[in-house]
């Protein structure tokens, strides 16, 4: 039997990898409503490919994935919240506010998903998103939420968690990660 590791079996769901340069840009913001429909296509490409990916692999904690990760070049995300909870679809997003606690926690990346990293991130987050009507609305998210938030609108910054872990700090095979299927722990 052929050993497939995670960040091929990601690859062959047609998730970008890293080294591709688009995971490196800044995505295009939408001009809403006047993209309306374009919103809405990229939008159903990413639940498709979030359908696909949790076919084979079970998110415990959630998951997310941005527009570069499927390889277009615009501000969109979405993001599945562990449980029952509906997906949120994040247009536009920017964090416009950042508590001043943090805790660090492992996270895992579909672009590179051999590995998990501990990454410092805020407990609460306040992100300005655009309706698909051009509307800016604003929404709070905290703790597990808004880690799985942040680490999107950092997709669309042309960012990968990597740059947000302390000096010195490594990212771990995800053979050594030994939480796989425990959601985040928070005090």
């Given amino acids: 039997m052929i050993d497939v590791r995670p960040s091929q079996q990601m690859q062959a769901l047609g998730v970008v990898q890293r080294g591709a340069g688009i995971l490196a840009e800044p995505a295009r913001a939408f001009v809403l409503p006047a993209e309306r429909d374009e ?7 990413l639940f498709a490919a979030m359908e696909r990916i949790g076919q084979v692999h079970p998110f415990a904690k959630g998951m997310g994935i941005a527009a570069p990760q499927i390889g277009v070049g615009r501000a969109a995300a979405v993001v599945q919240p562990p449980g029952e909870a509906p997906a949120i679809v994040l247009l536009n997003p920017r964090i416009i506010d950042r508590s001043d606690g943090t805790d660090e ?4 990346c579909l672009s590179f998903f051999d590995v998990r990293g501990q990454v410092p991130r805020p407990l609460k987050v306040t992100i300005a998103t655009t309706a698909l009507t051009g509307e800016t609305v604003t929404t709070v998210y905290e703790r597990g939420l808004a ?4 680490h999107e609108v950092d997709h669309l910054d042309g960012l990968l968690y990597t740059a947000r872990m302390r000096a010195g700090v490594e990212p771990i095979p995800v053979e050594e990660y030994r939480q796989t299927g425990k959601t985040w722990a928070y005090e």
Avoid: F, P, V
């Fill in 39 to 45: 919103a809405e296509r990229i939008t159903d490409e």
């Fill in 147 to 150: 880690r799985l938030i942040h």
């Fill in 105 to 108: 926690q492992y996270e895992g």
